[in-house]
């Protein structure tokens, strides 16, 4: 029973079993190992003792010598020698010989903490090394170290060396640990049997490598062979593929070509044609146009004959007219020049009315439209508007301080404002001037309370105008809303509110234009009722139709045009656009509103007092109208009818033609237009009657 269990071992058993019996026969074998080495030093010691100094010296003379030779010694920058023992080959004239070179030079030191040889720069021979570990000589402690990696050349003793570049050093294992970690060239150098026996293994590995190089250039070779011929294939099989392709674009260009050129030739044959056809033509025109000047010359000829018969029978008439007259040629002159001077008075009425109606016809539209900028938004001549506004002051001394230190103050008030300030002699007044009189009225509020409040300069008089137009700006919807309300219209964009409110600033004569808008309202209001219209829309008309004058004067086009096309932006009924736009007859009446727009404002304009004008002053420019119509001869009576509007003249028939008629009504329009000062435009109308009168008995 015990013996079974003894017997059958586990697998774990059996596996430590088998382990530990591999070891136990490789430290049998390595212990094997170290005594042969210790047995190969001890016998290499042997041979060396029977070398004499002599001897040593000239075989290291001789190594050194060899070592110098050679192309890697002296292509090395960094190199690593050592200081030898005293069975060693001596290396001083290596050492010696690297630094006389410039090489970086390098021996080992011993590391007790790694236990290993570092590589440490060494610069003088004398005063770099000391005596170290071993009793060998080694670097100083603050000398430089090398990374092992730089090295270019190692120079290692050893004790004995294998044909394959093996080393056998004293046992402890130092250059073996450096060794390890360095790729570059390594060289062993030792004495045995009494001569050198430098064995430079790099040698061998050169040529190894020398022979592994050549194959693989071979082999590099024969696939670059591989490659070209693969290379040469492609390049044929692209060269047939582009040929191909070449060929087969030539082909398609060759055929374009051909097309165009038969489309040319084709083109080129048409033109020749129609280049035939067209001379066909001119040589026609030509022969017509010689066939012609052949009938003009006898045409010319049966004129000629025929002025030649006139004038003979123009002579004999005379003679004949004498004869029955029994007037001289001097009297028959006279009647004649009579007879042709009426006849020519006649001629140069009808051209003067045909060049007058023509030019009236071509020119209509463009002279509203000047008449109308010029008269209506730039406060002309012959309006009454001013342009001015003068604020009164308390003294003089005030002027100064308007105008500031070298104008400063005088310039920020014209910047603010936009109004030009006027300060001359006047005594005791400041004259404020602008075309807007929204400006001028803001120009004047600020400049009185500036005066008031005795504190003028830049800042205080740009805080004043900012108030006050900010004032203003409420002022002005709040008349419009006003003018709305009173009227009893349903509310309106707030725009077209601001525009109407602006109204109340402007002046045509002396009357306010917004009052002026609303009394026309009125009176549209009243003809729509007569004439079934709807009133809410002829009092919009009536309202809206000078509101173009509220929009800057800058702005080209008459009020009319303006102001359509401003209520137009803001949803006004087509019907009121053009009501506004027409009542000034610049664009086609399409309904009945803009007709009575037109009527309502010229009752409105031309009654009397209406634009501020006196009864004394109207009766006298009414009177002056009808002494100038009464001035001229031929006229019997004159009547000034629809407010001095219009001056209806009732001349003698005996005394005036129709003809002279036309010539009177145009130079009395003239001495008006020099002689007397009128709003708008004054209508001349000559009247010529005959009355034939019969009584029956």
């Keep these: 029973m015990a013996n079974t269990h003894g017997a059958s071992q586990s697998p774990t058993a059996q596996?430590?079993?088998?382990?530990?019996?591999?070891?136990?026969?490789?430290?049998?074998?390595?212990?094997?190992?170290?005594?042969?080495?210790?047995?190969?030093?001890?016998?290499?010691?042997?041979?060396?003792?029977?070398?004499?100094?002599?001897?040593?010296?000239?075989?290291?003379?001789?190594?050194?010598?060899r070592l110098q030779q050679e192309r890697i010694w002296r292509e090395a920058q960094i190199v690593l020698l050592y200081a030898p023992l005293s069975n060693e080959l001596d290396v001083e004239a290596l050492l010696r010989d690297a630094l006389a070179t410039g090489k970086t030079?390098?021996?080992?030191?011993?590391?007790?903490?790694?236990?290993?040889?570092?590589?440490?720069?060494?610069?003088?021979?004398?005063?770099?090394?000391?005596?170290?570990?071993?009793?060998?000589?080694?670097?100083?402690?603050?000398?430089?170290?090398?990374?092992?990696?730089?090295?270019?050349?190692?120079?290692?003793?050893?004790?004995?060396?294998?044909?394959?570049?093996?080393?056998?050093?004293?046992?402890?294992?130092?250059?073996?640990?450096?060794?390890?970690?360095?790729?570059?060239?390594?060289?062993?150098?030792?004495?045995?049997?009494g001569v050198v026996l430098g064995y430079w293994f790099f040698r061998w590995k050169q040529r190894k490598h020398c022979a592994t190089r050549v194959a693989e250039e071979k082999s590099l070779v024969e696939s670059a062979h591989r490659e070209v011929e693969a290379i040469l294939r492609e390049a044929r099989l692209a060269a047939n593929e582009e040929a191909l392709k070449l060929r087969e674009q030539t082909e398609k260009s060759?055929?374009?070509?051909?097309?165009?050129?038969?489309?040319?030739?084709?083109?080129?044959?048409?033109?020749?044609?129609?280049?035939?056809?067209?001379?066909?033509?001119?040589?026609?025109?030509?022969?017509?146009?010689?066939?012609?000047?052949?009938?003009?010359?006898?045409?010319?000829?049966?004129?000629?004959?025929?002025?030649?018969?006139?004038?003979?029978?123009?002579?004999?008439?005379?003679?004949?007219?004498?004869?029955?007259?029994?007037?001289?040629?001097?009297?028959?002159?006279?009647?004649?020049?009579?007879?042709?001077?009426?006849?020519?008075?006649?001629?140069?009425?009808?051209?003067?009315?045909?060049?007058?109606?023509?030019?009236?016809?071509?020119?209509?539209?463009?002279?509203?439209?000047?008449?109308?900028?010029?008269?209506?938004?730039?406060?002309?001549?012959?309006?009454?508007?001013?342009?001015?506004?003068?604020?009164?002051?308390?003294?003089?001394?005030?002027?100064?301080?308007?105008?500031?230190?070298?104008?400063?103050?005088?310039?920020?008030?014209?910047?603010?404002?936009?109004?030009?300030?006027?300060?001359?002699?006047?005594?005791?007044a400041v004259v404020l001037s602008g075309f807007d009189p929204v400006r001028r009225e803001i120009a004047r509020e600020a400049m009185q309370r500036l005066i008031l409040d005795g504190r003028i300069h830049p800042t205080r008089i740009e805080e004043v105008v900012t108030k006050v137009s900010q004032e203003m700006d409420e002022a002005i919807l709040h008349a419009g809303e006003e003018a709305?309300?009173?009227?009893?219209?349903?509310?309106?964009?707030?725009?077209?509110?601001?525009?109407?409110?602006?109204?109340?600033?402007?002046?045509?004569?002396?009357?306010?234009?917004?009052?002026?808008s609303v009394e026309v309202a009125q009176l549209m209001a009243l003809m729509g009722a007569e004439l079934g219209l709807d009133v809410t829309t002829a009092k919009r008309a009536g309202l809206l139709h000078d509101i173009g004058k509220a929009i800057n004067h800058e702005v080209e086009g008459s009020h009319a045009i303006i102001g359509a096309e401003f209520i137009k932006r803001y949803g006004e009924s087509e019907d009121v656009i053009n009501g506004v736009a027409?009542?000034?007859?610049?664009?086609?009446?399409?309904?009945?509103?803009?007709?009575?727009?037109?009527?309502?404002?010229?009752?409105?304009?031309?009654?009397?007092?209406?634009?501020?004008?006196?009864?004394?002053?109207?009766?006298?420019?009414?009177?002056?109208?009808?002494?100038?119509?009464?001035?001229?001869?031929g006229v019997d009576r004159c009547f000034a009818v629809q407010a001095g509007r219009e001056l209806r003249v009732v001349v003698q028939p005996e005394q005036i033609d129709d003809e002279q008629a036309f010539v009177l009504a145009r130079n009395i329009a003239r001495k008006i237009e020099a002689s007397l000062q009128y709003p708008g435009q004054i209508r001349v109308t000559v009247v010529r009657e005959t009355r034939c009168v019969e009584f029956a008995k």
């Design 254 to 428: 060759f055929g374009t070509r051909r097309r165009e050129l038969t489309d040319f030739e084709q083109r080129l044959a048409e033109r020749e044609s129609l280049i035939n056809r067209q001379l066909e033509g001119l040589v026609q025109r030509e022969k017509d146009l010689r066939d012609k000047q052949q009938d003009l010359e006898e045409k010319k000829c049966t004129v000629e004959s025929e002025r030649n018969e006139l004038v003979w029978l123009a002579r004999l008439r005379k003679e004949q007219l004498q004869k029955l007259s029994h007037l001289s040629e001097t009297e028959a002159r006279g009647l004649l020049l009579k007879e042709v001077e009426q006849e020519a008075l006649r001629d140069a009425t009808d051209l003067t009315r045909h060049i007058l109606e023509e030019a009236k016809l071509k020119a209509e539209d463009q002279a509203r439209r000047v008449i109308s900028l010029a008269i209506q938004r730039y406060a002309g001549e012959h309006t009454f508007e001013t342009t001015t506004a003068t604020v009164a002051l308390q003294g003089d001394d005030i002027k100064g301080r308007i105008i500031g230190r070298e104008g400063r103050n005088i310039r920020a008030f014209e910047a603010a404002t936009g109004i030009t300030v006027l300060i001359d002699d006047t005594p005791n």
């Design 105 to 193: 030079l390098t021996l080992p030191r011993f590391d007790p903490e790694s236990q290993s040889y570092l590589a440490c720069q060494v610069l003088d021979l004398t005063e770099d090394l000391r005596p170290g570990r071993f009793g060998i000589v080694e670097p100083r402690a603050n000398c430089l170290e090398v990374p092992l990696k730089r090295l270019d050349f190692i120079l290692a003793p050893g004790v004995a060396f294998t044909l394959d570049g093996r080393r056998l050093g004293r046992g402890k294992g130092f250059y073996d640990r450096l060794l390890s970690f360095v790729r570059g060239i390594k060289c062993g150098l030792f004495l045995t049997a």
């Design 484 to 516: 709305v309300f009173k009227l009893g219209l349903p509310p309106m964009h707030v725009e077209i509110v601001k525009r109407l409110g602006r109204l109340r600033f402007r002046h045509s004569f002396s009357q306010n234009i917004l009052d002026h």
């Design 15 to 65: 596996a430590k079993s088998r382990a530990d019996s591999t070891a136990g026969a490789g430290a049998a074998m390595n212990e094997n190992v170290r005594e042969q080495k210790a047995a190969l030093r001890r016998r290499v010691r042997n041979e060396l003792k029977r070398f004499s100094p002599s001897d040593r010296l000239a075989a290291s003379t001789q190594a050194c010598s």
């Design 582 to 633: 027409s009542h000034h007859d610049e664009v086609p009446h399409t309904n009945v509103l803009g007709i009575l727009v037109s009527a309502a404002d010229a009752i409105s304009a031309s009654r009397p007092g209406a634009r501020s004008e006196t009864m004394t002053t109207y009766i006298n420019r009414l009177e002056n109208l009808e002494k100038i119509g009464l001035s001229f001869p």
